[in-house]
């Protein structure tokens, strides 16, 4: 994913915007319902980008390793600095990691599946190193979602976009790539980039919409599978 250089100085602005800011927090909620890290839980962070979840995992006392194929990405996550846990980052194929098998107690792909070569090579290494019993939590842009279609009117008008590169999935592309149901699925980020005014505004519609139709139509997915 070294085509992620050229837009690391930008990455992070986006969670700045109260836009984002919602994003980050719909996703990051999700994901954490479904990691619940524990201090001293080993934790892998493939494609870790910037680091933001890596040090959110470290600040909550994990030992945490974020690898990424993008050297100036890793650079920008190197700066970021936590009081808990512990960070190491490693600049590495997602598909032929640097680690042991079964030595981590749960692995994150956070937004990463969409934009690698091979997903099933990907998957297979993220389960060789999980320990017996530990956990894989993908996040996804839902294809059928208002995000994904954002995404795809964007490349559309600008195919130099980096998702021009992004393949987005449904949920039975995953049960079929790794051929087994996943042990729970939360679905949010309901509301559209379209739709977006204000964070409290989008949070209201985000709980209205997520208990009228949980899981419907949702653009973003949080996907456990237990080993």
Known sequence: MKRFDRIAARYDTFCRTPLGQFVDEVERALVWELLAPKPGDTVGDFGCGTGAYTAALAQAGCE???????????????????????????????????????????????????????????????????????????????????????????VERDPTSIYSHAHFFILDEIRDLLGATPTDVRGGLYVGPDEFRTIDDAWALERQRSAKEPGVAAGYLAVLYNL
């Open 64 to 154: 945490v390793i974020g690898i990424d194929e993008s050297p100036v990405m890793l650079a920008k996550a190197r700066g970021k600095s936590v009081t808990g846990g512990s960070m190491t980052y490693l600049q590495a194929d997602l598909a032929d990691l640097p680690l042991c098998s079964s030595t981590l107690d749960a692995v994150l792909l956070q937004v990463t599946l969409e934009f690698v070569a091979d997903p099933t090579d990907v998957l297979n290494e993220a389960f060789r190193v999980l320990k017996p019993h530990g956990k894989l939590v993908l996040g996804l842009i839902d294809s059928s979602g208002p995000w994904a279609r954002h995404y795809r009117e964007r």
